[in-house]
Each structure stands twice: as structure tokens, then as C-alpha cells.
């Protein structure tokens, strides 16, 4: 779980599209902060929608028995002297080798979604998304500003007012 994390986060710093020649930075609007923060809240609850499916994943398979044939799978996973140690079937490799498979997907699930955000001119475009990362780089005051709307975006999912 630590390792979709940090690979969460790397992702959305890799997520970058040049500007071309911007000799200063724009002046960006209220609606295009809201548009870059509801894009980002999206994509923390998509990520986060993915790594529920992934536990459920994990607590569901019959073939791994739960949460704790896979924490000691995974302790011996790449090393055959522990895994015939551990007494483990052809088909809890192939359960967790299915469970690997998707945990490596959803970087690249990730990244897709919010790629489409951006490509996405109703919903923020890459124009805005690159005024904004400037301006971000330019004015450090406004990335708060931004991660304040995140949390009232977050919280205004979980109070039920609608999807974000």
C-alpha cells in the first residue's frame, strides 16, 4: 500500500505539459482555480475509489484466504526457497500475481484520468493547467489557496452534496 502512494504522488508530479514562450505569468481566475482544484480532488478520489478495490480485492480472494496468506505471499515473494517454505499453490501465485498485476495498472490508471482532465477544455484544459502550474511556481500563496478548495471539495463529497 506504502509503495501506491509514493507512486501516487510521483505520478502527479510527472504529469507536466510545456508552455510555450509565456513571458509573464497570467493572471488566473476563480473558475480556473476551482477547474485545477476539482481536478485534482477527482483524482485523489479516484485513487483512492482504486485502492478500496484493491483491498477488497486482497480480502476477497478465496483462493489467498485474506489479508494474511497475502502479507506472507508477499514476504516471500521473488525468493523460491521461501515461498516453498510457505507451501504455496500454483493458483495463489496466479491470485497474487493477478493482484500485482493490478496494483501495477494503477499508476498508469491514474495518470490516464487525470490526463483526460486536462486534454479536457470543459473541464480544465491544458492551457489552464499550464497558466496554473506557473503561476503555482511563480506565487507559492496560491498553491494554499488551491489545497484549501481540495479540502472543501473533499469534505463536500463526503458530506454527500453531490459528485465533485
Not at 491470485?95 to 490526463?115: C, H, P, T, W
Amino acid at each position: 500500500m506504502k509503495r501506491l502512494f509514493v507512486l501516487a504522488f510521483l505520478i502527479t508530479g510527472l504529469i507536466s505539459f510545456n508552455s510555450f514562450a509565456q513571458e509573464a505569468t497570467e493572471e488566473v481566475t476563480e473558475e480556473e482555480i476551482l477547474k485545477f482544484a476539482t481536478m485534482e480532488e477527482s483524482v485523489a478520489n479516484f485513487l483512492a475509489v482504486k485502492q478500496e478495490e484493491l483491498v477488497e480485492m486482497i480480502k476477497g480472494d478465496s483462493t489467498l484466504g485474506g489479508a494474511g496468506r497475502y502479507n506472507e505471499i508477499k514476504g516471500a515473494w521473488g525468493n523460491e526457497a521461501k515461498l516453498a517454505e510457505i507451501k504455496i499453490t500454483e493458483e495463489e501465485k496466479a491470485s497474487y500475481q493477478k493482484i500485482q498485476d493490478f496494483m501495477d495498472s494503477l499508476g498508469e490508471a491514474v495518470r490516464n484520468y487525470k490526463v483526460e482532465f486536462i486534454k479536457d477544455s470543459e473541464k480544465l484544459g491544458a492551457a489552464t493547467y499550464n497558466k496554473i502550474m506557473k503561476a503555482k511556481a511563480a506565487d507559492p500563496s496560491l498553491n494554499e489557496k488551491i489545497n484549501a478548495l481540495i479540502t472543501q471539495l473533499k469534505e463536500k463529497r463526503a458530506s454527500g452534496e453531490g459528485k465533485v
